[in-house]
């Protein structure tokens, strides 16, 4: 069994948080392979988390930040098992952190590492709540602690929002004439606040919808899938590898009751970011 419900944090931390999930699962062991994301903070209140990113790999369990990835996750979960997901939008990163988002790019961190004793509590909290509900107030008590850093980059980060949710094929100039700033600046700019450049951050938008077609909708032909964002099947085949671990083919014949269910839940959850699906 597999369980996952989707949340909204508390309307004042929204700006900061694209959603909150909380896993349930009774399984002795889960594997999976989790595709390239946005940054997000896992707090593993039962179970165990064998997590490993590019050459990083580690044992987790209690509160994790997980940095901007452009690259798979490969996951073993040994349960039974509970977790609680966050999102972390640029402006949640940035004003939590105060650091540079590719400081973090593919990097596995426990949280406490970075904020000390207030994560601890959280999961204190967590670990004795009843319901979703205290388990998210929870949650929403500690990103209130940690969002106290003035933000500076929400003008860029809206624009660049914009730009790739508006378009299937993201054009890094389009980027540069919207922000109305040099292309050095806005690839700084975009590396401070997305962990990454445009150009990659493009890329992983493309492969990242045509994703979502293939689990939302089985047996779709890998034409309709890609769309017109690529060049042609290899062209899809490589990109598509290099954001999620598989193949086209392999990821729609793979069933993961997980992604399955992540994927679903907040498609249909209308008040969640789409920037949380596509970066």
């Known amino acids: 069994m ?3 419900h989707f949340y909204l944090p508390a309307r004042d931390l929204r700006a900061y948080l694209s959603s909150y999930y909380v896993l349930e699962y009774d399984l002795l062991r889960l ?24 050459d990083r790999s580690g044992l987790y369990d209690g509160a994790v930040l997980f940095g901007h990835r452009t690259r798979p996750l490969i996951m073993t979960a040994f349960g039974p098992g509970k977790v609680l997901g966050a999102g972390l939008l640029p402006l949640g990163f940035e ?11 593919d990097r596995i961190t426990p ?18 709540a009843r319901s979703d509900a205290e388990l998210t107030g929870c949650a929403d ?8 850093r003035p933000a ?38 975009c590396h401070q606040y997305f962990g990454t450049s445009p150009k990659t951050l493009s890329r992983k938008s493309r492969v990242l919808r045509a994703a979502m077609r293939l689990r939302l909708n ?5 034409v309709d899938a890609a769309g017109e964002a690529f060049y042609d099947q290899s062209h899809f085949i490589r990109e598509f590898s290099a954001f999620t671990g598989m193949t086209p083919a392999r ?29």
């Open 2 to 4: 597999i369980e996952m």
């Open 31 to 54: 594997d999976d392979i989790i595709q390239a994301e946005q940054s997000n903070i896992r707090f593993g209140l039962a179970g165990q988390y064998r997590m490993s990113v590019a």
């Open 95 to 105: 004003t939590m952190f105060g650091m540079s988002a590719d400081e973090m790019a």
């Open 111 to 128: 949280l406490p590492d970075l904020v000390g004793r207030p994560a601890e509590d959280a999961v204190d909290c967590m670990r004795g």
């Open 141 to 148: 008590m500690l990103f209130r602690r940690l969002a106290v």
């Open 152 to 189: 500076r980059g929400a003008r860029f980060q809206a624009a660049a929002e914009r730009w790739l949710t508006m378009s299937e094929a993201p054009q890094v100039d389009d980027l540069v004439a919207a922000c109305d700033m040099s292309a050095r600046q806005t690839e700084r700019l």
């Open 218 to 222: 089985p047996g779709m032909r890998w």
């Open 251 to 279: 990821y729609a014949a793979t069933k993961s009751d997980l992604m399955e269910q992540s994927f679903r839940r907040r498609n249909e959850h209308r008040l969640i970011p789409p920037l949380s699906l596509l970066s």
